[in-house]
């Protein structure tokens, strides 16, 4: 029974790395992301609240988050869980603190360029949302070699799924990228240096190949601690 925090920078894949770390280790994903867009398109009273955040551009209160994250763990009666998404400020791990103990902190590294090299090959389709990648690529960052396959769409520009048109996201864009990754190193940085205080276990991950090579990194870095048979 593990309990486990992801962190990374936008754009490294933490979602889809949360969702195949939970489901091989039979733990909950509990993506703050995920729960909020739930709530909103079932138009609860915290749906609501969540939108009407969102529409003036601010963050959700720590108090909200801190008590939808509290419930969500309470459910679990013991279950392990992975949390994505949280906690992004030191007063939600504080919090966190009191409710439970995390045995590790799964760490994705990547550098900025690779991101942004990255983010702006992607292509989502209009009509279904299926997501392509047509940019192939192949540095070497600091003695790193990332080697990041694209996956394309069999005709250019057009969905395999649906026929549907290819578009890239305006938040795909380098200018966007570039300002999200900061905001991610300012909020993310005292979070970290919290954690590193306390003692926490850090597997620091580089994401430099595809999606099943860094899975079987992250499961085997928790054997090496000790934390999974
Ligand atoms: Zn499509």
Redesign the pocket.
């Known amino acids: 029974m593990l309990r486990l925090i992801i962190f990374g920078p936008p754009g490294a894949g933490k979602g889809t790395y949360a969702t195949r770390i939970a489901e091989i280790l039979g733990i909950e994903k509990i993506s703050t992301g995920d729960i909020f867009r739930e709530e909103v398109s079932k138009r609860t009273e915290l749906g609501k609240k969540v939108e009407e955040y969102l529409r003036r551009g601010v963050l959700v209160p720590d108090e909200i988050v801190i008590k939808v994250v509290r419930d969500r763990i309470e459910r679990l009666h013991g279950r392990g869980f992975i949390l994505d998404g949280y906690p992004r400020t030191t007063a939600q791990a504080r919090a966190l603190d009191e409710i439970t103990t995390i045995d590790a902190i799964i760490n994705l590294v990547i550098p900025d360029e690779i991101i942004i090299e990255k983010l702006s090959g992607r292509r989502i389709?209009s009509?279904?949302?299926?997501i392509y990648n047509i940019i192939e690529l192949k540095k070497i960052i600091n003695g790193v070699e990332y080697i990041l396959p694209p996956l394309p769409p069999r005709k250019e520009g057009v969905?395999d799924?649906?026929?549907?048109e290819l578009i890239q996201r305006e938040d795909d864009r380098p200018e966007v990228i570039k300002r999200r990754l900061e905001v991610y190193k300012r909020q993310s940085k005292p979070v970290i240096e919290y954690y590193k205080a306390r003692g926490v276990t850090f597997i620091n991950i580089h994401v430099n190949r595809e999606p099943p090579v860094i899975i079987n990194r992250i499961l085997n870095a928790l054997r090496e601690k000790g934390l999974l048979d």
């Open positions: 389709c009509r279904c949302g299926a969905c799924v649906c026929g549907g």
